[in-house]
């Protein structure tokens, strides 16, 4: 451990610290952090009041990791059994399961029936989910976190399927997902705003796609349809179809992609046969 080409005997690199700690080097705070994480435990955050303090935390994860590295299989699973039962048993507590809950649910604000499943997958199905969930009630409102993220997805450019298929991958239940859908369709009817649309807009046109192939992506609803046609008729000129075809041609052609190939790519883009067929005639490229 005392050789210069240990980490711990590295000078220090590192000046985040405030003066009176001990300055870690780069590769000291890269040994430790990885030595935690074979241990599976949490990154120490506390700084260290001096070197001793430091050897003094350095030996001990030394000397857990040497211990694990000589472990059987079966000893692994002891520990890992032993570990499980020392958990639940500490959140069968309430009081101790309440105090996780609620700093699980300031930090990543989840829904319900995501914070269910998390307590009942770190303290098992004995814990007292119910009661936790309870005096938590005032802390999780579903509809307001719903709809602050549907919120935040429609104005990224997300359509109303995206944003029911994130709300249900964040567990939501189906009433609050559609009370937060019908939320966010008062102004228009639809989930699209005419910002949102035509972000969502400019994102295909940037892609290459066709005037009809980004109506077909953005229209689900009838109500959508409206919308989207008049952000389509604010950022579609007449002859911006054609400028996106010849430049989708051109850079095809640039990579060598034969006449067939390209026809089949900006088929897929909504582009129609005769308009494809006749820029690549116009580009002297015939199909």
Do not use: C
């Given at each position: 451990m005392n050789s210069p080409d240990h980490p711990f005997a590295l000078?220090?690199?590192?000046?985040?610290?405030?003066?009176?700690?001990?300055?870690?080097?780069?590769?000291?705070?890269?040994?430790?952090?990885?030595?935690?994480?074979?241990?599976?435990?949490?990154?120490?955050?506390?700084?260290?009041?001096?070197?001793?303090?430091?050897?003094?935390?350095?030996?001990?994860?030394?000397?857990a990791c040497a211990e694990r590295r000589l472990e059987t299989p079966?000893?692994?699973?002891?520990?890992r059994t032993a570990r499980a039962a020392q958990q639940a048993d500490?959140?069968?507590?309430?009081?101790?399961?309440?105090?996780?809950?609620?700093?699980?649910?300031?930090?990543?604000?989840?829904?319900?029936?995501?914070?269910?499943?998390?307590?009942?997958?770190?303290?098992?199905?004995?814990?007292?989910?119910?009661a936790v969930i309870a005096r938590l009630e005032l802390c999780i409102d579903d509809d307001r976190r719903a709809l602050e993220l549907a919120t935040r997805m429609r104005d990224v450019g997300r359509s109303a399927r995206w944003i029911q298929g994130k709300l249900r991958q964040r567990q939501f239940d189906a009433a609050t997902i559609t009370r937060c859908l019908a939320t966010c369709a008062e102004a228009t009817g639809s989930v699209w705003t005419p910002e949102s649309a035509t972000r969502k807009a400019r994102q295909l046109?940037?892609?290459?796609?066709?005037?009809?192939?980004?109506?077909?992506t953005l229209v689900e609803t009838p109500a959508d349809a409206p919308v989207v046609d008049a952000a389509l008729a604010e950022l579609f000129t007449d002859d911006l179809d054609a400028t996106t075809l010849t430049?989708?041609?051109?850079?095809?052609?640039?990579?060598?992609?034969?006449?067939?190939?390209?026809?089949r790519r900006l088929q897929g883009k909504g582009f129609r046969?005769?308009?494809?067929?006749?820029?690549?005639r116009e580009s002297g490229f015939p199909p």
């Open positions: 000078a220090s690199a590192d000046t985040s610290a405030p003066a009176e700690f001990y300055q870690l080097s780069d590769a000291q705070l890269s040994a430790i952090t990885k030595m935690a994480q074979f241990l599976q435990l949490r990154p120490r955050r506390a700084p260290f009041p001096d070197r001793a303090a430091f050897q003094r935390y350095w030996d001990r994860l030394d000397a079966a000893q692994a699973q002891a520990r500490y959140y069968a507590n309430e009081e101790h399961l309440y105090a996780w809950a609620r700093r699980y649910a300031q930090r990543y604000q989840p829904s319900q029936g995501q914070l269910r499943n998390r307590m009942l997958k770190k303290a098992g199905p004995a814990a007292p989910v119910d046109l940037r892609k290459g796609s066709s005037q009809a192939a980004i109506r077909r430049a989708a041609i051109t850079r095809l052609q640039r990579r060598n992609v034969d006449a067939q190939t390209i026809i046969y005769a308009d494809i067929a006749a820029a690549l």
